[in-house]
């Protein structure tokens, strides 16, 4: 990535009622091809059944919309939409030589929920 790129990441917080949040994926946008990668947790630990399914169809549900209308379009509808399933984080500049796996390992495998309190919205 070059020092002209200023490609943004933020933290998906999956947050099922009555249930503890918890990391559960990174949204990395592109900022030249307006491009949005995911990655989203493949087994998270909720009980509700409708949150599951939820769940299996977001990757697919936010890739077929940054298609149609890109990937800043995307995070700016979850940016201002209120959600009661999931949050996530404020933006942030997607340091030097990481990728969406290195942050993924860094905040979804190995990151506290506590510690990621700050900056939730949507």
């Not at 998906?12 to 994926?25: D, K, S």
């Not at 700016?76 to 984080?89: G, K």
Request: with cysteine.
């Amino acid at each position: 990535m070059s020092s002209a790129q200023t490609n943004e990441w933020l933290l998906l917080l999956l947050c099922p009622p009555g249930e503890p949040r918890q990391p559960a994926g990174i949204l990395l946008l592109d900022s030249v091809s307006n491009k949005l990668d995911i990655k989203l947790n493949p087994t998270i630990n909720v009980e509700d059944e409708l949150v599951l399914e939820f769940w299996a169809e977001l990757a697919d549900d936010l890739k077929r919309q940054a298609d149609e209308v890109g990937g800043a379009c995307v995070i700016a509808r979850l940016e201002e939409t209120v959600s009661l399933i999931i949050q996530i984080s404020s933006r942030s500049v997607v340091p030097e030589g990481q990728s969406i796996e290195d942050l993924y390992r860094e905040h979804v495998d190995q990151a506290p929920v506590k510690e990621l309190s700050q900056g939730m919205g949507a």
